[in-house]
């Protein structure tokens, strides 16, 4: 009988390596299972709270922790730090050692850090509606959670390096590039983010170093981290080796050396100094330049594997995401020019473009690995395809939805408010945008709600050994340890 998961063949120092053994499975199933449980729960509180525009009083009148300004946050943080931070950890501990053929150190330290940072993430999301707030958008979780969370964030950081410094070739693939800056940039930030900023900065040069702060969460945190995902489950689920590596390194100087600048563009036309405002402005374009070349790697990964790609899930959420990326990135770099700006901020445009990339590509791609390592780690094939597939269309036609409503009515409302049209009219005017908001996220969820309920189904299913064997995109080129054969 076939494999259902075909072993690699390696070459070099790596032939005579069987890579899963590297893996250690404990860690990687506890994190993902949490990584599922705040895929159900985070964005469901964003349908709850997005319901709130167009009926204000359904969740009462009486409970301030039930009011927008107090369960935003909860979103907010859950989905960046719980739905995405959580899966991208445990698809680290599955990725790492097989590109660096040795196993993570430490390992005995992989499951309690996993609890601490979850149960930690936990409690600071549950004080979040009962006022504990630092009042520092993607930083509001109180100390006593701050403090375990970057515990977790810098001993894993020590973990993945460590494990880097060991490996057996020289050579470094794109995506542990990536993963070494997301890790080390955000093991900083959060110092700033958590115990600088809130303590330390006043007035005006808080609210542009929070500008800075909440930016190095999105763009050298997800966006790099997102990178190491699809720059390692991109080429081993359509089996084609990485388009152009030195274009890859291209897309990551090109992101570290713009990106730490544009936080200020969130801030034109304030009493920030105009220079870093105009600095922000230029970089935020510049942006333009990793972005394409990310997106020219990723579709020329892709050649020639277009015929399989229907039945390919990971790879279709990978490539879903992708699209989404270049329409978020799009609207990102556009709004910080001034003229942009003065129609679109304060406005729903600005929403759009936060769940296009931070939803739609970034929790998409971790989907996407999500779906490639689940079945590896419980040994299982995936329970059902068409489930999965049902999980993409509502996922993809949510998103979808949500970002072209939200730009549409963005603009609207926008240029209203410049002609000089009284605010409130323009509120009665959103309220059918708002509802289509609602029904997006509605779908979403229950995209998402059958994608964890397919992979529970997985995990309690037979297992794959018994049963008549699947083709499952899987064996394919290690770019660390060279092609499979």
């Keep these: 009988m076939a494999e259902v998961f075909p072993a690699e063949r390696l070459r070099g120092r790596f032939s005579g390596i069987n890579l899963d053994d590297l893996v250690d499975w404990r860690v990687v199933r506890i994190w993902l299972y949490w990584g599922m449980f705040w895929l159900l729960v985070m964005p469901s509180v964003g349908v709850a709270i997005s319901g709130l525009f167009n009926y204000p009083d359904y969740l009462g009148t009486s409970n301030l922790g039930l009011t927008f300004g107090r369960l935003r946050p909860v979103h907010v943080n859950g989905v960046i730090f719980g739905a995405f931070s959580a899966l991208f950890i445990g698809e680290c501990h599955y990725l790492v050692p097989r590109l660096c053929g040795v196993r993570v150190p430490w390992a005995q330290w992989g499951v309690p850090l996993a609890w601490l940072y979850n149960i930690s993430l936990a409690a600071g999301l549950i004080s979040l509606p009962f006022a504990q707030n630092h ?211 304060f406005t729903d445009f600005v929403i759009s473009h936060s769940h296009l990339t931070v939803f739609g590509t970034f929790v998409v791609w971790a989907m996407g690995g999500l779906i490639y390592v689940w079945p590896r780690a419980v040994k299982r094939e995936l329970w059902s395809w068409t489930l999965g597939n049902w999980s993409f269309w509502l996922i993809t036609v949510g998103i979808t939805t949500m970002g072209l409503v939200l730009t549409a009515g963005g603009l609207q409302q926008g240029f209203e408010w410049m002609n000089g049209t009284e605010w409130l009219d323009t509120v009665v005017r959103m309220k059918a945008y708002w509802l289509v908001r609602t029904l997006s996220g509605i779908t979403m969820d229950i995209g998402m709600s059958l994608l964890v309920f397919n992979l529970m189904m997985t995990a309690l299913s037979r297992p794959a050994e018994g049963r008549e064997p699947v083709p499952v995109p899987g064996a394919a080129p290690i770019p660390a340890g060279g092609p499979a054969e």
């Design 135 to 345: 009042g520092l958008e993607a930083g509001e979780l109180p100390l006593f959670a701050e403090i375990p969370i970057f515990i977790v964030i810098a001993a894993t950081t020590a973990q993945f390096l460590l494990t880097i410094a060991r490996r057996l070739e020289a050579p470094l693939y794109v995506a542990l590039w990536y993963l070494i800056g997301a890790f080390v940039w955000t093991t900083m930030n959060l110092l700033l983010g958590s115990f600088i900023l809130p303590y330390t900065i006043p007035g005006i040069n808080s609210a542009a170093f929070h500008g800075l702060y909440i930016h190095y969460i999105v763009g050298l945190w997800l966006t790099p981290a997102g990178y190491v995902l699809i720059y390692y489950f991109l080429p081993v689920a359509v089996r084609n080796p990485l388009y152009a590596h030195q274009l890859s390194l291209v897309g990551f100087w090109s992101l570290a050396l713009f990106y730490p600048f544009v936080g200020i563009h969130h801030y034109l036309y304030s009493p920030i100094a105009d220079w870093t405002e105009t600095l922000a402005i230029i970089t935020s374009m510049l942006l333009i330049i990793p972005v394409w070349t990310v997106l020219v790697n990723f579709f020329g990964t892709v050649k020639g594997r277009w015929d399989g790609f229907g039945k390919n899930l990971p790879a279709k959420f990978l490539i879903m995401g992708s699209l989404m990326y270049l329409v978020g990135c799009f609207q990102g770099s556009t709004e910080a020019l001034r003229s942009i700006q003065q129609p679109t901020h």
